[in-house]
């Protein structure tokens, strides 16, 4: 059946057996991925995936169903399993379906030309990355992770108040890891590149980056273990904000989760350190028009010179406290319940350059790469204690890589603690964005 036309139906349908207010979520997920091995493909995956998730006002109380089927059958299951939900709760929430916003933005974030990008294209370019990574220098023994992925998505929104929206998306990732060899050492180094642009992929650059990052980590050294001045370079502190971005949302600082509850207005962070959650942001593959609930999206300020402006909100929580929502209803997918969730967070840049962050430290750390991190974290404390990797830096120059390290410290105090922030803002799959950032300090541990 046509997704309008069921659409229609169901709407049309849970009106009769006494929906108050009913929505109806579409979305569809297509995917591509292959990996390489020593020039060969290792696997080979497509997907598709998709379904329609409903909700709707039954006897005061919010109900939701979900099925992958769209079809005359389905109708009936949404309503029945939509009703049985709504009967099984104790209190109406107070949730309800938007009516629709005043004007939402028509910023396109699909390429046709991406779509049109063969799959043996696709295959030629990443077995041609692998191939260049492994002729960088003698020391790459071999690519033990090589690979393309890409994915597309629609969404489509609609309701009994006369909302209707949709919006699609697409984009490309590559991924290499290489491994460098110096008589008994061994070190791994990557590159990784989004984009929706295939013709900007430059496979001599990707692996240069890879073997580069591989061969500079070998010669590791100790250092010894106390506070040291950081630079967290742009990807190591992006994983950093991701891992604390529900400190952030306001479901979580209603439910005590969060210590950021009651701070709007006050300074949380330094003076040079702002926030910035853009739907829109070109650098990034993420994002959409409308949220969860049909609000339109926008660029968010969230941080501003070290001061809280405001939480992420879906509607629910922005009731609670009086505000609007920010935009941020999220559906991990048609089969999810409302929560908050950014778009594309990001630590906005500065003027410096990594290098120019670097001499000023007499001695310090670079730190490259972070691990362990789900359960390294506490986003209730803001304590973290997690494995890294990275280089000792003297005299404001890098002097060695660093044999593996533990880097313990709390975000709340990071944020504090930031010096000055770099100009090189890249994003890391997921939506989370950060340039290079130098800290006052953390502890470090050398193993």
């Known amino acids: 059946m046509d997704i309008q036309l069921f659409q229609e139906e169901l709407l049309k349908k849970a009106q009769d057996v006494g929906f108050h207010e009913a929505e109806v979520y579409y979305e569809k997920s297509n995917s591509f991925q292959v990996k390489i091995f ?39 299951f949404l309503i029945e399993g939509a009703k049985a939900n709504a009967d099984a709760l104790d209190e109406d929430d107070g949730t309800d379906i938007f009516g629709g916003s005043e004007h939402y933005s028509e910023h396109s974030r699909y390429s046709d030309e991406l779509a049109n990008v063969s799959i043996p294209e696709k295959i030629a370019f990443i077995k041609e990355v692998e191939k260049k990574t492994l002729a960088y220098d003698p020391r790459i023994v071999s690519v033990n992770y090589c690979v393309l992925q ?22 490309l990732i590559v991924f290499i890891y290489a491994v460098a060899k110096d008589g008994e050492e061994m070190k791994t180094g990557g590159a990784v590149r989004l984009t929706r642009d295939f013709n900007s992929l430059d496979a001599d650059e990707i692996a240069n980056e890879a073997g580069k990052e591989a061969i500079s980590s070998l010669g590791e050294k100790s250092i ?35 210590l950021l509850k009651d701070k709007i207005g006050e300074e949380i962070g330094a003076k040079n350190f702002s926030l910035v959650d853009d739907p829109f942001h070109p650098e990034a593959l993420l994002g959409r028009n409308f949220d969860g609930e049909g609000v339109a999206t926008k660029k968010t300020i969230i941080i501003s010179d070290g001061t809280l402006k405001t939480l992420l909100h879906n509607r629910k929580t922005a009731k609670k406290e009086g505000v609007d929502s920010t935009g941020h209803a999220s559906k991990a997918s048609y089969k999810s319940t409302l929560s908050v969730a950014p778009d594309n967070l990001y630590i906005a840049p500065g003027v410096d350059s990594q290098e120019e962050l670097m001499s000023t430290i007499e001695e310090g750390v670079l730190i490259t790469d972070l691990s362990g991190l789900h359960s390294g974290t506490s986003t209730i404390s803001g304590d973290f204690s997690v494995a890294a990797s990275g280089f000792y830096i003297k005299d404001g120059k890098i002097a060695s890589p660093v044999k593996q390290m533990t880097i313990a410290g709390n975000f709340y105090d990071y944020m504090n603690g930031i010096v000055s922030v770099g100009s090189d803002l890249k994003f890391v799959p997921g939506g989370y964005g950060s340039p290079s950032v130098k800290v006052k300090e953390l502890s470090v541990t050398v193993d």
Request: aromatic fraction near 10%; glycine fraction near 10%; proline fraction near 3%.
């Open 150 to 171: 890409d994915f597309s998505q629609d969404r489509v929104l609609t309701n009994n108040k006369g909302l209707s929206l949709q919006d699609k998306t697409n984009g």
């Open 224 to 258: 010894p273990s106390r506070k040291y001045p950081i630079i967290m370079r742009h990807d190591a502190s992006a994983s950093l904000l991701a891992a604390f971005t529900p400190i952030f949302s306001a479901e979580e600082a209603q439910k005590g989760q969060s």
């Open 38 to 76: 020593e020039g060969e493909i290792d696997s080979y995956e497509t997907s598709e995936e998709g379904g329609v998730g409903f909700r709707g006002l039954y006897n005061g109380k919010m109900g939701y169903a979900y099925t992958e089927k769209i079809d005359d059958d389905s109708i009936s």
